[in-house]
């Protein structure tokens, strides 16, 4: 059966209706994602697990909150390097699989262009994790196009606030400005987010940053009603 086949099949395992004694399906859904991205480590399997994570991503019979997990950890699951990159400068992550990352960030963004086209019938959660996923993959297209679709969290959410500081970060990094982005790593990271070494790569910094930041908005998420 082909992966995009099983969407429908996850989706009913993650929904009560599955079982009449389920009272939440967070546990299945942790357990179903580490089996995708297994301590935050790409496998060999990981990159046949994307396609799936996608078509979660894109049903509208997934609760709102599900489909902005899935593009979060469609994000992580594309910036593995990078990140690890950051947190490990100058050495190397303990379970580095370099073939196994480059299949799985092709993989994502063979999806991305698909994933970034439902936009407008997205939930906002699930936008502000594609915005963060557009800018891993940038195009020319990518800084005109996120400026005005994040506006309604620039003017709803101030500098300071968590989802404040995540979509303005993200408009610089669509810039693809490195000194701009360089200061606004530094800036954010001399506040409340945790550091990188100075000497990685500037946009793996940056990337590594970015997650922390989608990891603080699911937190945020979980904790409303």
């Known amino acids: 059966m082909a992966d995009w086949q099983r969407a429908p099949q996850a989706v009913m395992l993650s929904a009560p209706a599955a079982d009449p004694f389920w009272t939440s399906d967070a546990a299945f859904v942790s357990d179903f994602y580490s089996e995708i991205l297994h301590q935050d ?11 799936l994570i996608a078509a979660v991503a894109v049903d509208d019979q997934v609760p709102e909150r599900r489909r902005f997990g899935a593009v979060k950890l469609l994000f ?26 480059a299949r799985t960030r092709a993989a994502v963004a063979s999806h991305t262009p698909d994933l970034l086209a439902r936009w407008g019938a997205e939930c906002p959660a699930a936008r502000l994790a594609l915005a963060g996923l557009a800018v891993v993959f940038p195009t020319d297209r990518t800084p005109a196009a996120l400026a005005p679709r994040l506006r309604e969290f620039t003017h709803r959410h101030p500098p300071g606030t968590d989802i404040g500081d995540y979509t303005r970060f993200v408009l610089v990094l669509a810039a693809q400005d490195d000194d701009r982005t360089l200061a606004a790593v530094e800036s954010y990271t001399d506040t409340h987010w945790r550091g990188t070494p100075r000497g990685a790569p500037t946009r793996a910094r940056a990337l590594h940053l970015l997650g922390q930041m989608l990891d603080k908005v699911e937190t945020d998420l979980a904790r409303q009603p």
């Open 76 to 101: 992580s699951a594309a910036t593995v390097a990078e990140r690890h990159l950051a947190e490990c400068w100058p050495g190397s992550a303990p379970h580095l699989d370099a073939d196994s990352e």
């Open 41 to 51: 480590t790409c496998r060999p399997e990981t990159a046949h697990g994307v396609p």
